[in-house]
C-alpha cells in the first residue's frame, strides 16, 4: 500500500432510465457496497482488491445530497420511499482502492430523473421544430394518435385559442401518463420544478392540477404549422416559454450529463415485456432523442488530450465528456435464471445500434441486480416459479409487506417479438431484501463489474 497518493482520478457518472427502472435502488446498494466494501461480495479490478478510506463528499453546488441513508432505510424496513426533495440529486465520494497504487478516487454518480428524458427533443430545436417532432409523433402513431384525438381536434379548430390549446394537450398528456406512455413534454406535467410527481387520478383532476411548463403562468403546447401560421400572437407566445423553459430547466440537466465521463443507462427488459410493443417504441424513441443530444463518444485527438489531461492535469480541470456507456438490463431475479443471459440479449437488440453509430464510444451490456430479492424453488428447478415477498395484489394496487409467496414468471423470448400485448408477460414485483445490519450490503449480481467498466 502506498503511504501517500499522488493524485486524485475523478469519474463523473450520469445514472439514467425511465421512471421505476431500478436507478434509486443501483445507487443505494452501490453506495452500500463502496462505503462497507467487502471484496468477497463486491469484487472489482485486480483479483482481491480492496477499498479504504472511503468518505462522502460533499454535493455540486446547486444538487442536492442523494439520501442514501433515507433510502437504504426505506429498502431495509419495506417502507416509503423518503419524498423526492427536488429533482435532482447527486452522491460524491472519494475512496482508495488497492489496485490504484498513486491515485484516490474521486467518484461522482448523477441520479437524474427519468421524467426528463422525455425533454431531450428539445435540445438544439426551436419551438417550431420541437412542435413538429412532436405532432409527426402523434399523428404516425396509432395508440398516440387515438388518445390525443381531442388535441389533434382541437388544434383544427379556426376559433384555436391559447387557453383550448393547452388545456386539450393537458388532457392528452393525462391520458399518455394513464395508458402508461413515457413521452410526456414538458415533463414538468408528471414531475414539476419542485419534484412533485403527478398523483393517479382521472384525466380532468390531473389535467387541471399540473402544468405543462415552469408554472401556471408559463404553459405552452406543441402547435401545428397552420395553427402557428394563424397564431403569430399565440405562437411567438409559447416559443418565448419554451425557450426558458428549455434554459432554465432542460439545458442545466443534459450540460451536466454531458460532462460526465460515463453513463449508466438502465433498461428495464421486463418492464418493456410486460408493458406491450407501445412502451417497446417509446423507450426506442426517447433514448434515440437522448443519444441525438448527448452524443456520447470521442475523436482520436479527443483521446489523446484525454490521457494527456489524466496525466498532467489536476482533476478539477480535466476535460469531460462521455466515452464509456454501461447499458444496464436490472433486477435479474426477477427472471428465471435459465433466462439471464437472453435479458442481455434483448437489451443489446434494443439499444445496439445506438451505441454502434457513436464513433469512439466503448459500451457493454449488462444485466444485473442491485438487491436480489427472490429464491428458486429447490425442489422444480427448472419451472419458472420464484419466491418472494409480493408488491402489489392482483389488481396491481401497492399492498403491504406480508409472507413470502411463489409466484410463476413469464419465459424471456429470445428475441423482441414482431407484436405484442401489454399483460402477455408477466413479471411480479417483489419486496427488495435488504438487510437491516447497515454495514451488509444487499446481494447483488454485477454492480461490481458495471462499476469497474466505467471507472475505465
Ligand atoms: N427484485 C428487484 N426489484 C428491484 C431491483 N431494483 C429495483 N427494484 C424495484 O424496482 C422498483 C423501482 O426502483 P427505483 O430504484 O425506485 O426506480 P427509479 O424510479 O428508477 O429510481 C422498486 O419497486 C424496486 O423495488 C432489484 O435489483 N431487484
Ligand atoms: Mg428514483
Redesign the pocket.
Given at each position: 500500500m502506498a503511504a501517500f497518493r499522488l493524485k486524485t482520478t475523478e469519474c463523473r457518472v450520469g445514472v439514467l432510465?425511465l421512471?421505476?427502472?431500478?436507478?434509486?435502488?443501483?445507487l443505494t446498494s452501490l453506495v452500500n457496497h463502496l462505503e462497507h466494501h467487502d471484496p468477497d461480495r463486491f469484487s472489482f479490478g485486480k483479483a482481491g482488491t480492496h477499498i479504504r478510506k472511503f468518505r462522502f463528499l460533499d454535493a455540486d453546488t446547486d444538487w442536492n445530497a442523494f439520501n442514501y441513508a433515507g433510502f437504504r432505510d426505506a429498502l431495509a424496513h419495506n417502507g416509503r420511499?423518503p419524498e423526492k426533495t427536488r429533482d435532482r440529486s447527486m452522491v460524491a465520494c472519494q475512496f482508495e482502492r488497492s489496485d490504484w497504487a498513486f491515485s484516490d478516487v474521486q467518484l461522482k454518480l448523477y441520479d437524474l430523473p427519468?421524467e426528463r428524458l422525455a425533454d431531450a427533443a428539445m435540445i438544439g430545436k426551436s419551438f417550431a421544430e420541437w412542435s413538429e417532432h412532436l405532432m409527426t409523433l402523434i399523428r404516425n402513431d396509432t395508440p398516440y394518435r387515438t388518445i390525443c384525438e381531442g388535441f389533434l381536434k382541437a388544434s383544427m379548430a379556426e376559433d384555436a385559442t391559447e387557453a383550448s390549446v393547452v388545456s386539450a394537450y393537458k388532457l392528452a398528456l393525462a391520458k399518455l401518463i394513464l395508458s402508461f406512455k413515457p413521452m410526456i413534454s414538458p415533463s414538468t406535467f408528471l414531475l414539476d420544478i419542485s419534484g412533485n410527481l403527478a398523483k393517479p387520478s382521472s384525466p380532468q383532476e390531473l389535467a387541471t392540477s399540473r402544468h405543462v411548463g415552469l408554472d401556471a403562468h408559463s404553459e405552452f403546447a406543441p402547435l401545428t404549422a397552420e395553427l402557428r401560421a394563424a397564431h403569430p400572437v399565440m405562437t411567438a407566445l409559447f416559443a418565448a416559454r419554451f425557450e426558458k423553459y428549455k434554459t432554465e430547466l432542460v439545458q442545466p440537466y443534459f450540460h451536466t450529463l454531458k460532462s460526465c465521463h460515463s453513463l449508466v443507462v438502465?433498461v428495464d427488459v421486463m418492464m418493456l415485456l410486460a408493458g406491450g410493443v407501445g412502451m417497446y417504441d417509446d423507450t426506442r424513441q426517447i433514448l434515440q432523442d437522448l443519444f441525438r443530444v448527448l452524443d456520447p463518444g470521442e475523436t482520436g485527438m479527443q483521446t489523446v488530450g484525454r490521457h494527456l489531461a489524466k496525466t498532467f492535469l489536476p482533476h478539477a480541470l480535466r476535460p469531460g465528456w462521455i466515452n464509456r456507456v454501461a447499458f444496464v438490463a436490472?433486477?435479474l431475479?426477477?427472471v428465471h435464471p435459465n433466462d439471464r443471459d437472453r435479458m442481455v440479449r434483448l437489451l443489446r437488440q434494443l439499444v445496439g445500434k445506438l451505441a454502434d453509430n457513436c464513433d469512439g464510444l466503448k459500451s457493454q451490456y449488462f444485466n444485473?441486480?442491485?438487491?436480489?430479492?427472490?429464491k428458486l424453488l429447490p425442489a422444480d428447478p427448472n419451472e419458472r416459479l420464484l419466491i418472494?415477498i409480493p408488491?402489489r395484489d392482483a389488481d396491481g394496487r401497492k399492498i403491504p409487506p406480508g409472507a413470502e409467496q411463489r409466484f410463476r414468471i413469464s419465459e424471456l423470448p429470445e428475441s423482441w417479438p414482431a407484436n405484442w400485448q401489454a399483460g402477455m408477460y408477466h413479471y411480479p414485483?417483489?419486496?427488495?431484501t435488504i438487510p437491516m445490519r447497515k454495514n451488509a450490503a444487499p446481494e447483488q449480481k454485477n454492480l461490481d463489474k458495471i462499476l469497474e467498466f466505467v471507472l475505465g
Open positions: 432510465g421512471y421505476n427502472a431500478g436507478k434509486t435502488v443501483f420511499w427519468g438502465i436490472p433486477k431475479d426477477l444485473s441486480a442491485s438487491a436480489i430479492s427472490t418472494g408488491y414485483e417483489v419486496y427488495p
